[in-house]
């Protein structure tokens, strides 16, 4: 076996490949420390991408299009292991925790990767998929690590899910879509929400959760949570009435004193 041959297997072992993991490899399999990237790109990857074996859906970024023992039929790479490998500090949020967390109400051909000012990248796309970034100063805050086919990926946990959806509901698919999908989002937790809520520092946040958990009422995912943490949100509804969105203000929420978003109470109609 020649040490392209060697090279295409160990990558479709993997499925999906960064820059930093491509060097590594190169170095084990090539037997060369250190190894020039612009030599295993010219004289290795171009090869391997010109023949169709592996694909560059970006720069630094590569992904097998023919697993071992397949036959004659594309294999097509795990969307979130490929957002996974863009960047090393980051985490899956708004619309796509949802779908990881198994609960997102409908399917998005759209992947967003959290990442910090400053180190975000061009939207791409590949596989009929969309890959964008979503600016947060807070990356590390309420995430997880799952695993997927092998790769450990990080997504924010229920908890900061909850949160982020609510702050900004455009990127989970506007506020119908939020509430449908949280009303099926297991393991959110009271302290933690706090928690959570306290280090973002927005008042009408807290208002946001109230409301949102008072729809959600006695939903079993969600049960006890409003009562475990009712009067601390009650202590930021003080003061002047807030807007769930100010673009599009609904009626009074007097309990919360912020207001809805024209048809809130409905959203969940039906479910």
Known sequence: ??????????????????????????????????????????????????????ARP????????????????????????????????????????????????????????????GTQFRSFEFQGTTYSPGLTNLPRLGTEVIDRNGHQVTVSNPTRTFVDCLDRPHLAGGWEEVLKSLESLPGVQGDELVSVLQVFDKKVLFRKAGRVLQLLGTNMYYEGVLESVEDVLKEYSGGQPLYMDRRSPGPLSKHWNVYDVPGLDRMLEGM
């Not at 399999?29 to 030599?39: A, C, I, M, S, T």
């Not at 970024?61 to 090393?88: C, F, H, M, N, Q």
């Open 58 to 117: 970006r720069r630094g970024l590569y992904v097998a299009t023919w697993g071992p023992g397949t036959e004659a039929s594309l294999k097509l790479a795990d969307r979130y292991t490929i957002a996974s490998k863009v960047r090393e500090e980051y985490y899956l949020g708004f619309h796509t925790a949802l779908e990881l967390h198994g609960c997102a109400y409908s399917w998005f051909n759209s992947v967003t990767v959290c990442l910090r000012p």
């Open 1 to 54: 076996m020649t040490k392209l041959d060697r090279l295409l297997r160990e990558i479709q072992s993997r499925g999906v490949v960064s820059r930093a993991e491509m060097q590594e490899l190169g170095e084990d399999v090539l037997d060369r420390r250190p190894l020039d990237y612009r030599y295993l790109y010219t004289e290795y990857l171009a090869k391997l991408i010109e023949r169709g074996d592996i």
